[in-house]
């Protein structure tokens, strides 16, 4: 059995993570350096699963956050698994998670997303907006609120309030 106690390093990986979050990054070169921090978090993340560090339904969640803010079709779907790991052991906001990974996914493989996850930020008008394509049209009509995903307009509205 796997130990019950949260890899604490991951724990600091995934605030730091969550920090970097909280700003909108308007210029490349501060773009540039979030992208640089997030290859080294994964690359620490990765090291921890490799010596399976990575246990509890908390790590899980944690490893995917950051696995999802790398830049392959790979990691997004590690970080899918790990996020659908987490939720099937009873973690609630892995649920979101492993909608928002299989949409990352889908979308860096050409595909559209189907959950409507995935916004972006447009630097004209400074604002967030749907990346596009979306496919939402073999959805459960439940699924979305199973998975805890708040409908496009509500995002909208959370993601552009962050902005100053």
Known sequence: MPPETDNLRLEELYEADQKD??????????????????????????????????????????????????????????????????AIGGHRPARWLAAASLDRFLMSVGMPQVYGTQFEHNVEDNKYQLRLPIDDSSLLHWEKKFYAVPPVAERLKQLNGRIH
């Open 21 to 86: 979050r909280a700003a909108v990054f308007a210029s490349a070169a501060a773009l540039q350096e979030l992208k640089h921090r997030d290859g080294m978090r994964k690359t620490l993340v990765l090291e921890m699963i490799s010596q399976d560090g990575i246990n509890t339904p908390n790590d899980l969640y944690r490893a995917a956050v950051i696995l999802l803010h790398a830049s392959e079709p790979k990691d997004f779907l590690a970080a899918h698994r790990l996020a659908a790991t987490a």
